[in-house]
Every structure is written in structure tokens, then in C-alpha cells.
């Protein structure tokens, strides 16, 4: 990065980003937020929901895109007909805790992209509509869904957000308190080089990164997501403060390995199949946050050059 005056260069968005994502993306209780793998705060996340099995506890995460649907993750739906058993958490902090503001839905509907066969292979995606409508309330709200003319550039801080395991087969102890970490965006190419590295992983010769996923993580390892975390949101967070989600977390070897990032959906390569499954979904132009001395805000209209 220059050293030189600060650049601010943005593509002016359409007035609909900042008119309509104060209805997503914000979350009304600003608390500070703890980062590195530990606690989230009551309500910083408003979007994320647990999904559980009736009978065999959390299952996956997932986020509130609507009233009445979520995005996650394909495979956490192996049979996306047999769904009864399905129950989604919105407003939930702790998986074994007392949660005052949660509330529970069940399943009604799970819709995948066409072509979907396993996490490896791309468009591990799934939209879930409830069987009725959320009610927004200061810990129940919607993320952001960016278009597909998003970028979520290399180097990016973001957050990705679940229960689960805090390390390989370690579940996230005491009252399972939801769990927030701070990660930076991989390029496909740097993110394709790693899992290219160390031989010695059996799996290192099939997974190639597509370009419908996007990586986040460090090369040293250390922070990632885990298993138990499937399908919660990656999110960024945009100039006007919004959040908007970049990612749904998809696969990995092992967690937080070295030269083995998270692998995520990424989420505006689905933005034709969200818009087409879910009413009414409104889509936003860009995706941005502060690197160093340069703001990077891609939209839909023009340049700017502040200096």
C-alpha cells in the first residue's frame, strides 16, 4: 500500500444501498465486539440461526436473508425431502444456555442449486424457507446479500461466526456460547497455491478452488472455521456500516491448519438462483472495508477519487 495520501476510490453505489440496507445488515444492539475465536455479544449478530435436528442436536448454522428464509449450506441437507425433522433457532446466543429472545421454526421448503453433488464440487448453497414468517426484533434481523457484481477483494478483514468445534474434535465448551472470529479474504489464486502445499494430505490432489467459492483464513493457520460451523455466514462490513455476507462456510481440511484456508460458498455467484427462489430478496451493488490507507467500495455507477 502507498504511504502517500489516503485514496478513496468507490464505484457510487444506487441510492437503493444506503436507503434499503438499513433494513439488513445492522444490528440494533452495538456492543463491542470481542474477535480472535471468542464470544460473541447478545445481538451482534442478529442473522445467525442454529439448525438442529429434532432428535440429534445443532447440525449446521445459517443466516436470515427474509422473514421466512435462510441461507446456508447444501450439505447440511443430505435429503432435501426429508426435512420434518428440521428446526431453525433464530435469536439464540447459547446452544445449552437460556436464550430470552430466541425463537424456533420449522421447515417447509429446501431449494439447492442444480448440479449440487458434494461440497468439493461447488454450489454448496441451500435457501430454507420456514414455515412462517420471523418477526425482526432487536436480536432477530437480516444480513446483506450482495449482486454478482460484488467484490470481496484479497486481504479483506471479515467475520465468520458459529458453534462449532473450537478445534478438531474440541466442541465449544460450558454453555456453548456462539462463537465469533475475524479472517481475511483469499484470493482464489493464493487460496488454490495452499492447498496445493504438503503433499502428505491424502485429499490435496482434489480440491480445486471454483469460481464459486471464496477463501478466508491465514496461511500460518490458526483461525478458521470448524466442524459444526457449516452453513453460518462470512460477513463483511461496508463503508455505510452495514454487513453484508460474502460467504457460507463450506469445507476445509481439518481447522485452521496452515496452508489449508476455509472454503466458502460464495455468495453473489448465487445471486440469480436467491433472487429467482425467494420473493421479493433484494440484492445490494457492493461490498467494501477499509485496507490500510485505501477504502475499496465496488458498486454500480462511476468513480470517485477523494484525496
Same mark, same amino acid.
Given at each position: 500500500?502507498?504511504?502517500?495520501?489516503?485514496?478513496?476510490?468507490?464505484?457510487?453505489?444506487?441510492?437503493?444501498?444506503?436507503?434499503?440496507?438499513? +433494513?439488513?445488515?445492522?444490528?440494533?444492539?452495538?456492543?463491542?465486539?470481542? !474477535?480472535?475465536? $471468542?464470544?460473541?455479544?447478545?445481538?451482534?449478530?442478529?442473522?445467525?440461526?442454529?439448525?438442529?435436528?429434532?432428535?440429534?442436536?445443532?447440525?449446521?448454522?445459517?443466516?436470515?436473508?427474509?422473514?421466512?428464509?435462510?441461507?446456508?449450506?447444501?450439505?447440511?441437507?443430505?435429503?432435501?425431502?426429508?426435512?420434518?425433522?428440521?428446526?431453525?433457532?433464530?435469536?439464540?446466543?447459547?446452544?445449552?444456555?437460556?436464550?430470552?429472545?430466541?425463537?424456533?421454526?420449522?421447515?417447509?421448503? *429446501?431449494?439447492?442449486?442444480?448440479?449440487?453433488?458434494?461440497?468439493?464440487?461447488?454450489?454448496?448453497?441451500?435457501?430454507?424457507?420456514?414455515?412462517?414468517?420471523?418477526?425482526?426484533?432487536?436480536?432477530?434481523?437480516?444480513?446483506?446479500?450482495?449482486?454478482?457484481?460484488?467484490?470481496?477483494?484479497?486481504?479483506?478483514?471479515? !467475520?465468520?461466526?458459529?458453534?462449532?468445534?473450537?478445534?478438531?474434535? *474440541?466442541?465449544?465448551? &460450558?454453555?456453548?456460547?456462539?462463537?465469533?472470529?475475524?479472517?481475511?479474504?483469499?484470493?482464489?489464486?493464493?487460496?488454490?497455491?495452499?492447498?496445493?502445499?504438503?503433499?502428505?494430505?491424502? +485429499?490435496?490432489?482434489?480440491?480445486?478452488?471454483?469460481?464459486?467459492?471464496?477463501?478466508?483464513?491465514?496461511?500460518?493457520?490458526?483461525?478458521?472455521?470448524?466442524?459444526?460451523?457449516? &452453513?453460518?455466514?462470512?460477513?463483511?462490513?461496508?463503508?455505510?456500516?452495514?454487513?453484508?455476507?460474502?460467504?457460507?462456510?463450506?469445507?476445509?481440511? &481439518?481447522?485452521?491448519?496452515?496452508?489449508?484456508?476455509? *472454503?466458502?460458498?460464495? *455468495?453473489?455467484?448465487?445471486?440469480?438462483?436467491?433472487?429467482?427462489?425467494?420473493?421479493?430478496?433484494?440484492?445490494?451493488?457492493?461490498?467494501?472495508? $477499509?485496507?490500510?490507507? !485505501?477504502?475499496?467500495?465496488?458498486?454500480? $455507477?462511476?468513480? /470517485?477519487? /477523494?484525496?
Amino acid at each position: 500500500m502507498s504511504s502517500g495520501p489516503n485514496l478513496l476510490l468507490f464505484c457510487c453505489l444506487t441510492g437503493s444501498w444506503f436507503a434499503e440496507a438499513q +433494513d439488513c445488515g445492522r444490528p440494533r444492539v452495538q456492543e463491542d465486539r470481542i !474477535v480472535g475465536g $471468542m464470544d460473541s455479544s447478545e445481538g451482534a449478530w442478529p442473522w445467525q440461526v442454529d439448525i438442529q435436528m429434532e432428535s440429534g442436536g445443532h447440525v449446521c448454522g445459517g443466516s436470515i436473508i427474509s422473514e421466512s428464509w435462510i441461507l446456508s449450506a447444501a450439505h447440511c441437507f443430505p435429503n432435501r425431502f426429508d426435512i420434518s425433522s428440521y428446526i431453525v433457532y433464530a435469536g439464540r446466543l447459547q446452544l445449552n444456555g437460556v436464550n430470552l429472545h430466541q425463537t424456533s421454526r420449522r421447515v417447509v421448503r *429446501v431449494e439447492v442449486p442444480p448440479g449440487y453433488m458434494d461440497p468439493h464440487g461447488g454450489r454448496d448453497v441451500a435457501l430454507v424457507e420456514l414455515h412462517r414468517p420471523l418477526e425482526w426484533s432487536d436480536h432477530i434481523g437480516p444480513v446483506c446479500l450482495p449482486d454478482t457484481a460484488s467484490l470481496f477483494p484479497g486481504g479483506l478483514s471479515c !467475520v465468520v461466526t458459529g458453534w462449532g468445534n473450537i478445534r478438531d474434535q *474440541v466442541p465449544v465448551p &460450558g454453555v456453548g456460547t456462539l462463537q465469533e472470529v475475524r479472517v481475511p479474504i483469499i484470493s482464489q489464486a493464493s487460496c488454490q497455491q495452499m492447498y496445493s502445499l504438503n503433499p502428505q494430505d491424502q +485429499d490435496q490432489d482434489r480440491i480445486q478452488i471454483q469460481s464459486d467459492m471464496i477463501c478466508a483464513g491465514f496461511q500460518d493457520g490458526g483461525k478458521d472455521a470448524c466442524q459444526g460451523d457449516s &452453513g453460518g455466514p462470512l460477513v463483511c462490513q461496508v463503508l455505510n456500516g452495514s454487513w453484508v455476507q460474502a460467504g457460507v462456510v463450506s469445507f476445509g481440511l &481439518g481447522c485452521a491448519r496452515p496452508d489449508r484456508p476455509g *472454503v466458502y460458498a460464495r *455468495v453473489s455467484a448465487f445471486a440469480g438462483f436467491i433472487s429467482g427462489t425467494v420473493p421479493g430478496i433484494r440484492l445490494y451493488g457492493g461490498a467494501g472495508a $477499509m485496507q490500510g490507507g !485505501v477504502s475499496l467500495l465496488c458498486g454500480l $455507477m462511476g468513480v /470517485l477519487l /477523494l484525496y
